[in-house]
């Protein structure tokens, strides 16, 4: 009997994984998040972004941030990027 506690203790006490995103925008978001560190106050706004604008829009402003800006916040590059584009 304890047995059996200790399995159900085990399944509750086991680590949630995270859930995949649902959209294929969410998951470009969440890279543009990542490799750009945007900080949290602008996360809503990459995720409306990513979601108004097509795959490669978001792909060309993310590849064009990374290679003419080298210094300072390249989130705020990104978004200067994405409203010319």
Not at 31 to 37: A, Y
Not at 39 to 61: G, H, T
Not at 69 to 75: I, L, M, P, Q, V
Request: proline letters at 4%; one cysteine or more.
């Amino acid at each position: 009997m304890k047995d059996n506690f200790q399995q159900l203790g085990d399944i509750f006490n086991a680590k949630k994984t995270a859930k995949a995103p649902a959209y294929q925008w969410q998951d470009l978001a969440l890279r543009v998040i990542k490799e750009l560190r945007v900080p949290n106050f602008k996360r809503s706004a990459v995720f409306k972004v990513c979601k108004e604008n097509s795959k490669p829009v978001i792909e060309q402003a993310l590849n064009d941030t990374k290679e003419l800006c080298k210094t300072g916040n390249k989130w705020q590059y990104f978004f200067k990027v994405i409203s010319v584009l």
